[in-house]
């Protein structure tokens, strides 16, 4: 490149255009150049007789390499906000590498440019993983880290416990495909990498299992007990090289059975946002991105259909305003005063339940009152049950109590709003309005044959 440029610049005039910010260029080639400033006959006029400027040297002092702590906060200071959104999320990803980022940032940041990109891997944050130097050969292989789990621990400072989880199946899935599995099979190795193809397969799923358990635990609550049980067993040391091991002893010990065991649900959330054209002109658009999250499906049993199941949810603890701000438009006094309410993890539905679920549930004993196996207008063993009361909802939720041996209840007002808010403080999960693309109300319907099959999944969690 530096030969082209002269040649070129020998035959006709030739700037050399730097898109990044002037705080980067000295992690470019730029760090090797020599600053000479120019000045014209007049200040922002055109000029083919542009001179140097002289400066008197000065004396120079050698300030200090800057500290991680320095590093840190001069990126989270000076760099864009699409940056520092970028850095956080992949403050969550177990493996870096340029497709990675690029991954993320189309998923998640689909208005990030190669700038903002450029920003997070000149920042000095990341370093390269293992010895091999990039080039323009292996750029798209080569891996980073980064440089201390400090960084990580300030990147990831107020990320949405939704968006760590999206981040982690994103790359999961990206590199269950390079190595030719599903997702699953690839999250069952991590529980085993010994079992890899190879010592360098098994060394990296070991590392990707481990930061991706440090991930977890970083978010609290119960994710550090699913982060603890996900963890790669350790090796343990030989017997013989133990010193003064105590005689073995017989003990009593009762035996556990796991009621549960997490699974993964994919879903697609949505936010509603206003695209401003000109300053006449805007309008609403939907933007959709697709996430994960986890939870367990409690099989009910049924003599037609074994294949029923209730999914269930999990919604992790936290804080958050309960009610509607004063500066909120068309919400009434019941509404308010908004306060703080604190919530310990919990499990939820992940959609309203069905005929189909009613009717399975219907049929076992009762225990305070009767239950109509079929009471809904609009028919469909997959739409919503209606036409229920109260205490016919709470009649249902202790027969399946009884019969699973799990307290399963109807979820409280602050735990049903903390939900459908999933982090978020806009009238709605997914912005300020509604729209008929989201949710089928008034304005969308027409007959019982055009209500959505399925029901809608609330809140982004």
Same mark, same amino acid.
């Given at each position: 490149?530096? +030969?082209?440029?002269? *040649?070129?610049?020998?035959?006709?005039?030739t700037?050399?255009?730097?898109?990044?910010?002037?705080?980067?260029?000295?992690?470019?080639?730029?760090?090797?150049s020599?600053?000479?400033?120019?000045?014209?006959?007049?200040?922002?006029?055109?000029?083919?007789?542009?001179?140097?400027?002289?400066?008197?040297?000065?004396?120079?002092?050698?300030? &200090?390499p800057?500290?991680?702590?320095?590093?840190?906060?001069?990126?989270?200071?000076?760099?864009?906000?699409?940056?520092?959104?970028?850095?956080?999320?992949?403050?969550?990803?177990?493996?870096?590498?340029? &497709?990675?980022?690029?991954?993320?940032?189309?998923?998640?940041?689909?208005?990030?440019?190669?700038?903002?990109?450029?920003?997070?891997l000149?920042?000095?944050?990341?370093?390269?993983?293992?010895?091999?130097?990039?080039?323009?050969?292996?750029?798209?292989?080569?891996?980073?880290?980064?440089?201390?789990?400090?960084?990580?621990?300030?990147?990831?400072?107020?990320?949405?416990?939704?968006?760590?989880?999206?981040?982690?199946?994103?790359?999961?899935?990206?590199? +269950?495909?390079g190595?030719?599995?599903?997702t699953?099979e690839?999250?069952?190795?991590?529980?085993?990498?010994a079992?890899?193809?190879?010592? +360098?397969?098994?060394?990296?799923?070991? +590392?990707?299992?481990?930061?991706?358990?440090?991930?977890?635990?970083?978010?609290?609550?119960?994710?550090?007990?699913?982060?603890?049980?996900?963890?790669?067993p350790?090796?343990?040391?030989?017997?013989?090289?133990?010193?003064?091991?105590?005689?073995?002893?017989?003990?009593?010990?009762?035996?556990?059975?796991?009621?549960?065991i997490?699974?993964?649900?994919?879903?697609?959330t949505?936010?509603?946002?206003?695209? *401003?054209?000109s300053k006449?002109?805007?309008?609403?658009?939907?933007?959709?991105?697709?996430?994960?999250?986890?939870?367990?499906?409690?099989?009910?049993?049924?003599?037609?259909?074994?294949?029923?199941?209730?999914?269930?949810?999990t919604?992790?603890?936290?804080?958050?305003?309960?009610?509607? &701000?004063?500066?909120?438009?068309?919400?009434?006094?019941?509404?308010?005063p908004?306060?703080?309410?604190?919530?310990?993890?919990?499990?939820?539905?992940?959609?309203?339940?069905?005929?189909?679920?009613?009717?399975?549930?219907?049929?076992?004993?009762?225990?305070?009152?009767?239950?109509?196996p079929? &009471?809904?207008?609009?028919?469909?063993?997959?739409?919503?049950?209606?036409?229920?009361?109260?205490?016919?909802?709470?009649?249902?939720c202790?027969?399946?109590?009884?019969?699973?041996?799990?307290?399963?209840?109807?979820?409280?007002?602050?735990?049903?709003?903390?939900?459908c808010?999933?982090?978020?403080?806009?009238?709605?999960?997914?912005?300020?309005?509604?729209?008929?693309?989201?949710?089928?109300?008034?304005?969308?319907?027409?007959?019982?044959?055009?209500?959505?099959?399925?029901?809608?999944?609330?809140?982004?969690?």
């Open positions: 490149m530096k +030969a082209v440029i002269s *040649t070129w610049s020998a035959k006709l005039p700037v050399v255009f730097q898109v990044f910010p002037e705080r980067l260029w000295s992690r470019t080639a730029l760090a090797r020599v600053t000479v400033e120019f000045q014209g006959k007049q200040a922002g006029l055109p000029s083919d007789k542009l001179q140097p400027i002289a400066r008197p040297a000065t004396p120079a002092v050698s300030a &200090p800057p500290t991680l702590k320095d590093r840190i906060d001069s990126f989270q200071l000076a760099s864009s906000p699409t940056a520092r959104d970028l850095a956080g999320l992949l403050g969550s990803a177990p493996v870096i590498t340029l &497709p990675i980022v690029r991954l993320i940032a189309r998923s998640m940041l689909p208005h990030a440019s190669a700038v903002h990109l450029a920003e997070v000149m920042s000095g944050l990341l370093k390269v993983s293992g010895t091999e130097v990039p080039t323009f050969e292996n750029a798209e292989r080569i891996a980073y880290e980064l440089v201390d789990e400090e960084v990580r621990d300030r990147l990831r400072a107020g990320l949405r416990v939704g968006d760590a989880l999206d981040v982690l199946a994103e790359v999961s899935q990206y590199i +269950a495909r190595l030719g599995k599903s699953d690839f999250w069952a190795l991590l529980r085993t990498p079992q890899g193809e190879s010592s +360098a397969e098994t060394e990296f799923l070991n +590392a990707f299992a481990t930061v991706r358990a440090n991930i977890l635990r970083g978010l609290g609550g119960d994710w550090v007990g699913i982060a603890n049980s996900l963890a790669p350790e090796i343990a040391e030989e017997a013989d090289s133990l010193h003064n091991f105590p005689p073995l002893q017989s003990c009593e010990y009762a035996s556990a059975t796991i009621a549960a997490l699974d993964r649900f994919d879903f697609e949505a936010k509603l946002e206003r695209e *401003t054209r006449k002109r805007s309008q609403w658009i939907v933007r959709r991105r697709r996430a994960a999250t986890w939870g367990y499906t409690e099989r009910l049993s049924s003599a037609t259909r074994e294949d029923i199941g209730l999914e269930m949810i919604i992790p603890g936290g804080s958050f305003a309960m009610g509607a &701000p004063e500066s909120e438009p068309e919400n009434g006094n019941r509404e308010r908004q306060h703080q309410v604190t919530l310990a993890p919990f499990y939820l539905g992940r959609y309203p339940v069905t005929q189909a679920q009613w009717r399975v549930v219907a049929g076992y004993d009762a225990i305070d009152r009767e239950l109509n079929d &009471p809904s207008n609009f028919k469909g063993d997959d739409r919503p049950v209606e036409n229920v009361s109260w205490d016919d909802a709470r009649e249902f202790q027969r399946l109590s009884a019969k699973t041996g799990k307290d399963y209840r109807l979820p409280s007002e602050a735990q049903w709003e903390y939900a808010r999933a982090g978020t403080e806009t009238p709605f999960h997914f912005g300020d309005t509604l729209s008929t693309e989201l949710a089928n109300y008034d304005g969308n319907y027409r007959d019982p044959s055009q209500c959505s099959a399925h029901s809608q999944r609330l809140g982004g969690w």
